[in-house]
Structure formats: C-alpha cells, structure tokens
C-alpha cells in the first residue's frame, strides 16, 4: 500500500456507476461472487469470500481486502445471470493477469504480468442463463481490472449521466489517458471512458488539449478523442502557447555581400598587389560590409570578427554605395604615363638615387620600363622593373613626361 492513487479509485467508482450503467449485460449488474488468494495462482481456500457489484476495481498499490497481500495476489469472480441472445462485447483490461469464461468457454486468457493492454472477444449467447467466470492476477506495482460486457452492434448508448452545466466534453475513446499537463508526455493521472462526461474548465493555446474536471482532479485530455461545444471560447489555462513560433527573422541592417566566386581572397588593403591576404571566403557566404574604397571597387567585410577588404566584382549585395569610405587610397595605380628606356649598354638599378646604393638588378639597352619616380633634380629616375621598384641614373635612359613624375627621391 505504498500509494493510493485516488484519482483512479474515484474514476472508477464513477466507471462502475457510469460505465457500467451504459446499458450492460445483465452479467454485470448481477451479483458476483468474489474470492480473493494470497497467491498469485487461485491456489488452496480462498482467502477472503465477499459479493461485489463486479469484477472491476482499480487497486493501485494496495490490496483488495484486508489479509490479501499488495502483490502476488489474485482473484476469481464468478456470476450467474439471464441474458438475451445476441452478439455481446466482451472487453478486459487488466494489469496483471486475466482470464474470462463464459459458460465454461474461455473468450480471454492472457495470463501474464502486463499493463495498459486491452483484450477483446465476441461473445455470441442465446437467450437464458450464462455463466461468468473472471479471474485475474497481480504481480507486482500497480494493480487494476477492467471489465465490460455489452451488446454488440448498438455501440455505445449515450452516458446514464446528465451532461454538466457549463461546457463539457464527451469522451470519443475507448479509454482516454487524462494527463498533468496538455501534451502526450505529461504524467498520467487516470483514465476516462468511452461516453463519459466531464466539465471543461479550460484549454490550451490552440485547442488541441482540453482541461477537464474529473471529480474534482483537474487534468488534461487531448481533443482528438473528446466531443463538445463551444471548446474554443473556454480561457486558455495553461499558461499560453508553449511552442511559440519561429519569430519572423529581421531583415539586416546595413549592407551584406554574397561571395559569388569559389573562393574569393580577403585582404588587409583594398589592393591586390599590397594587400595581404589575411583569409579566404566561399562561394554563397555572407558577410556584413562596413565600408568600401572609393569607387566601390573593394569593400571591407567583417568576417566573423575579422575586417577586410574583397574585390567587389566578386560578391553581390545592395546599399554597398552608401557605405562609409573607410579608405582613402587609390585601389587602380594611377596609368603609367612615363617611360624610361635603356640607353647604355648596362644599366644599373640601384636602391636609392645615388651611385654608390645598393644595386638591385641590372638592365639593358633597349629595354623599356614604366618610370613612376624621380628625384628634385631629374638626375635620378625610379622604374619599375618589373616589380623591383629602383632607380638609375638619368644620363643612360631615355625619359618620356620626365616632367609629369612625381618627386619621389
Ligand atoms: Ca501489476
């Protein structure tokens, strides 16, 4: 007698006042001999001998009788009663064991620690006296038989019971769970049956679970398998919609670019000849830009936490023109528009404008260089010599626009 589930010994009070008032087999209401063994086969004298209204009872972790133990006990009941011929229902649900004979027929014999599982048989008697016998057994933890014999065909009558004032549901199920809470997980508090009636006191967000008074337990029952009016208007009691919906996402603010190449090199300048690559980005990622260069040419993108610069040729995006310029130089070098041409027949090309700096390469006569510098007094011009940026002496080349150089050493 660990625990006494009341909420389930209620339920079935009102199930063998409800339940078993739905138009039942005269088997039912007649009286039944009930003997209950402090064993779990029926085995020797029954303990305790006593007439009962039927064989259904919901034990829970207790005993059927005083000197009957909580476990491994069973039980037999036996009833004679007049029946009309017909087809008849018979249904058991039973934890643990149970066995039912009709006229020494054996319709149910499931012998075997279970629970939650129903069993059924058709039952087909001619009209007159019929013999019941239901035996069960408990193993162990909770302990409950149900038991229902009715004609078949005519399913279920509508329930002995005025429906409550207020709204109310009608249980659709064979069995409905009621539960702690409005969803298929929650803890189970008991069950109710097919054509029952209960107030509804309330329901979730979106109707799909009702809350129902059963006797004074407030539980929830899913709408699937209840029947009522006006569900929808009762208050939502479950404290609100526990599956809220996905928030609808907010368009970003500011910029974003979309790499459009495979791989597209970030670099720490908007130059592809001085920036230094400082990450790659990929096809179909986006990234927030924070600023451009001046013709929008490259933007600054913060890569996760990184900021750097990409050709914008190579992603694609909107607003990027109204993005603050956050560089100032001249991504495009400015067009050569001086050359200088070898005229001696060595030339050397030296660090800095004057002879004896370091010599960096040599270049020969004939060849044609873009000059990109000289010095104040044009006695020095700097080439570039592909790529290796240095200077020579002005007598041994030939200088177009010597004069539109700049003054760089
Ligand atoms: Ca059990």
Do not use: C
């Amino acid at each position: 007698m660990k625990r006494v589930a009341i909420f389930t010994v209620i339920t079935f009070s009102l199930l063998l006042l409800v339940g078993l008032g739905l138009q039942p087999a005269a088997a039912q209401s007649a009286a039944w001999t009930a003997e209950y063994f402090n064993n779990p086969n029926l085995g020797g004298a029954p303990a305790v001998i006593r007439t009962e209204g039927g064989p259904a009872n919901n034990w829970g972790y207790g005993s059927p009788a005083p000197g009957i133990p909580v476990d491994d006990f069973s039980a037999r009941w036996t009833a004679t009663a007049y029946l009309p011929g017909g087809s008849y229902v018979l249904a058991v649900k039973a934890d643990d064991g149970v066995r039912v004979a009709i006229d020494g027929v054996l319709y149910i014999n499931r012998w075997s620690p279970a629970t939650g599982l129903t069993d059924t048989a058709i039952v087909n008697l001619a009209p007159g006296n019929h013999s019941f016998v239901v035996e069960y057994y408990e193993a162990s933890e909770l302990a409950f038989l149900e038991y229902s014999f009715t004609q078949a065909g005519g399913g279920y009558p509508p329930p002995t019971q005025p429906p409550p004032a207020g709204t109310s549901v009608t249980v659709t199920a064979y069995t409905l769970n009621v539960r702690a809470q409005p969803n298929a997980w929650a803890q189970i508090l008991g069950q109710i049956n097919y054509g029952t009636v209960y107030p509804a006191i309330g329901r979730n967000y979106d109707t799909s679970w009702i809350q129902v008074n059963i006797n004074g337990t407030i539980g929830w029952v899913s709408r699937t398998y209840v029947s009522g009016y006006g569900l929808e208007a009762l208050p939502i009691t479950d404290g609100g919609n526990p599956y809220p919906p996905t928030p609808t996402p907010i368009p970003p603010q500011g910029a974003y670019a979309t790499v459009t190449a495979y791989a597209l090199n970030v670099r720490n300048a908007p130059n592809p000849y001085t920036g230094a690559i400082i990450t790659r980005v990929y096809n179909g990622q986006t990234y927030q830009a924070v600023g451009r260069n001046a013709d929008t040419s490259w933007l600054q993108l913060n890569i996760n936490g990184t900021i750097g610069w990409v050709n914008s040729s190579y992603v694609t995006g909107y607003g990027f023109e109204a993005l603050p310029i956050t560089d100032n130089s001249n991504p495009n070098p400015p067009p050569v528009i001086s050359y200088a041409t070898v005229t001696a027949y060595y030339l050397n090309v030296r660090s800095a404008p004057y002879p004896y700096a370091q010599r960096l390469t040599v270049i020969a006569r004939g060849q044609t260089y873009p000059a990109v510098g000289r010095n104040a007094t044009s006695t020095w011009i700097q080439l570039n010599v592909n790529g290796t940026v240095g200077w020579v002496n002005a007598g041994w080349v030939s200088v177009s626009n010597l004069y539109s150089l700049p003054v760089t050493g």
